[in-house]
């Protein structure tokens, strides 16, 4: 028998237009006094609007925060903090992609039991309490609204993580008409990245590695990989829309408890210092990374071959599967659209070798690959993905 822990949000609504019904959702658990995190392009859209006038219509007073940015920084949290004091907050609403949502559970956090944010970074540091939270996702791929984590820059280039089950907000809500609008280059990077949430999480060697994240990442496969290319390629597709964001929050499930690894690791460097987005960066390094992987994982990629993609349950043996599986995946990213160089976003030959120094850093991260990576290895994979 192997032991394991498991947690998630406690409370998951499923629901198109769900966010307009927020206030008689969330409005009780969250008091009187709503500090609402966000950022100024939703604000712009009129995308918060019905959540707004939801909350005000069951007696919420919310204070909006909308200079939330993409990859969010300590300044940017510490001010939300200081609205949200200023507003005398009872509760916090993250409304917005994985950025928003980050910033509304470290202010959740800062604002409900005044730790000083130095001691909660790292696994399990954050004390709590934090404020009532309910997280509301515009994006379908990082899985925030279930996962403990939350990512802030700081400095110039320094992410830093808190991680703890302190964090996981009370209520998510998943309304799939808030991602209609998505972008075609935002609906498949995210989509793939939530992809690699689930391949990663199944694949983990992470002791706590468990089976309902397994069962809960080949759910995710199944959605994700029968419509990703319909919500890329006909956004207004609802039903699309929806099983791409319940299948990246299945995946966040699962690999909130079974941790991603060098998929994640090695595309760090390439998002930390090109400024490539979080999926396009995973993307970028999937198909290599899981080459070098299957020495050792064949077997397992093999178990999901034909979750994602159903007509490889025709390919024979784990060898063939998992090779048929790699290069599906790679087929994919092309038929999105997306780039698959690394050259075509600006890296070059000469910097490889600092990112592959960079990647090793990532050590909460690599300890969970199937296959252990050196340095060598990792400046291999970059040189193989250029
Ligand atoms: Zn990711």
Same mark, same amino acid.
């Given at each position: 028998?192997?032991?394991?822990?498991?947690?998630?949000?406690?409370?998951?609504?499923?629901?198109? $237009?769900?966010?307009?019904?927020?206030?008689?959702?969330?409005?009780?658990?969250? =008091?009187?006094?709503?500090?609402?995190?966000?950022?100024?392009?939703?604000?712009?859209?009129?995308?918060? $609007?019905?959540?707004?006038?939801?909350?005000? @219509? *069951?007696?919420?007073?919310?204070?909006?925060?909308?200079?939330? $940015?993409?990859?969010?920084?300590?300044?940017?949290?510490?001010?939300?903090? *200081?609205?949200?004091?200023?507003? =005398?907050?009872?509760?916090?609403?993250?409304?917005? =992609? =994985?950025?928003?949502?980050?910033?509304?559970?470290?202010?959740?956090?800062?604002?409900?039991?005044?730790?000083?944010?130095?001691?909660?970074?790292?696994?399990?540091?954050?004390?709590?309490?934090?404020?009532?939270?309910? &997280?509301?996702?515009?994006?379908?791929?990082?899985?925030?609204?279930?996962?403990?984590?939350?990512?802030?820059?700081?400095?110039?280039? *320094?992410?830093?993580?808190?991680?703890?089950?302190?964090?996981?907000?009370?209520? /998510?809500?998943?309304?799939?008409?808030?991602? &209609?609008? &998505?972008?075609?280059?935002?609906?498949?990077?995210?989509?793939?990245?939530?992809?690699? %949430?689930?391949? *990663? @999480?199944?694949?983990?060697?992470?002791?706590?590695?468990?089976?309902?994240?397994?069962?809960?990442?080949?759910?995710?496969?199944?959605?994700?990989?029968?419509?990703? $290319?319909?919500?890329?390629?006909?956004?207004?597709?609802?039903?699309?829309?929806?099983?791409?964001?319940?299948?990246?929050?299945?995946?966040?499930?699962?690999?909130?408890?079974?941790?991603?690894?060098?998929?994640? @690791?090695?595309?760090?460097?390439?998002?930390?210092?090109? %400024?490539?987005? %979080?999926?396009?960066?995973?993307?970028?390094?999937?198909?290599?990374?899981?080459?070098?992987?299957?020495?050792?994982?064949?077997?397992?990629?093999?178990?999901?071959?034909?979750?994602?993609?159903?007509?490889?349950?025709?390919?024979?043996?784990?060898?063939?599967?998992?090779?048929?599986?790699?290069?599906?995946?790679?087929?994919?990213?092309?038929?999105?659209?997306?780039?698959?160089?690394?050259?075509?976003?600006?890296?070059? /030959?000469?910097?490889?070798?600092?990112?592959?120094?960079?990647?090793?850093?990532?050590?909460?991260?690599?300890?969970?690959?199937?296959?252990?990576?050196?340095?060598?290895?990792?400046?291999?994979?970059?040189?193989?993905?250029?």
């Amino acid at each position: 028998m192997t032991p394991f822990t498991f947690n998630t949000t406690p409370s998951i609504v499923f629901e198109p $237009e769900a966010s307009a019904r927020l206030g008689a959702l969330a409005g009780r658990r969250l =008091g009187p006094s709503i500090l609402f995190v966000t950022d100024p392009g939703l604000r712009r859209l009129g995308l918060c $609007e019905p959540a707004l006038a939801s909350l005000e @219509a *069951e007696g919420g007073k919310p204070a909006v925060f909308d200079a939330v $940015e993409a990859d969010p920084s300590r300044a940017t949290l510490m001010k939300a903090v *200081e609205a949200g004091r200023a507003a =005398g907050a009872t509760g916090v609403v993250g409304f917005g =992609g =994985g950025s928003s949502l980050d910033v509304a559970k470290l202010a959740a956090l800062l604002l409900g039991s005044g730790e000083d944010l130095d001691q909660a970074w790292g696994v399990a540091q954050a004390k709590g309490p934090r404020l009532p939270l309910v &997280l509301v996702p515009t994006t379908a791929g990082t899985g925030s609204e279930v996962t403990p984590v939350s990512i802030i820059t700081v400095g110039d280039d *320094e992410k830093r993580g808190v991680s703890s089950p302190v964090i996981l907000p009370d209520i /998510a809500v998943l309304d799939a008409a808030l991602t &209609l609008g &998505l972008p075609p280059a935002i609906t498949a990077a995210t989509g793939v990245d939530a992809m690699v %949430h689930a391949i *990663e @999480a199944y694949a983990s060697r992470s002791p706590n590695n468990n089976p309902l994240s397994k069962m809960l990442a080949r759910q995710a496969l199944r959605l994700l990989g029968a419509n990703i $290319e319909k919500a890329v390629f006909e956004g207004g597709d609802i039903e699309a829309r929806g099983a791409m964001l319940l299948g990246s929050m299945l995946a966040g499930q699962a690999f909130a408890n079974s941790p991603v690894a060098a998929v994640h @690791a090695l595309a760090y460097p390439i998002g930390g210092t090109f %400024h490539v987005p %979080h999926g396009l960066s995973n993307a970028l390094v999937l198909p290599h990374v899981l080459r070098f992987n299957a020495p050792d994982a064949a077997h397992l990629y093999a178990e999901i071959a034909a979750d994602a993609f159903p007509h490889l349950s025709r390919e024979d043996g784990d060898q063939g599967r998992c090779a048929a599986f790699i290069e599906e995946l790679a087929g994919l990213s092309k038929r999105l659209g997306m780039q698959t160089r690394l050259a075509e976003v600006g890296i070059g /030959a000469d910097d490889l070798a600092g990112m592959a120094a960079d990647a090793m850093k990532q050590t909460r991260l690599l300890v969970n690959n199937p296959r252990p990576v050196t340095e060598t290895d990792a400046l291999a994979i970059y040189k193989a993905a250029l």
